[in-house]
């Protein structure tokens, strides 16, 4: 799991690496969260952070590694 240093939750290896497979296959950033909404999964931009966040909840997971974006 990954902790974030501004005491965000942390998020679950297996969110991260749906993240990273998901990445992998997406032509940009637009398709990437659109991949992702499919899977339930949200980024949010919250003051200059991304935020997971778990859809249609809109519950926040974690801010989201620079090394996945």
Known sequence: MVHAETGAPMIETSILDLLRRER????????WKFRLAGSGY???DVDGAR???KLPQGI????LP???M
């Open 60 to 63: 926040q997971l974690g801010i």
């Open 42 to 44: 949200g980024i949010a």
């Open 51 to 53: 935020i997971v966040t």
């Open 66 to 68: 620079p090394h996945v």
């Open 24 to 31: 992998a296959k997406a032509l940009s950033p637009r398709e």
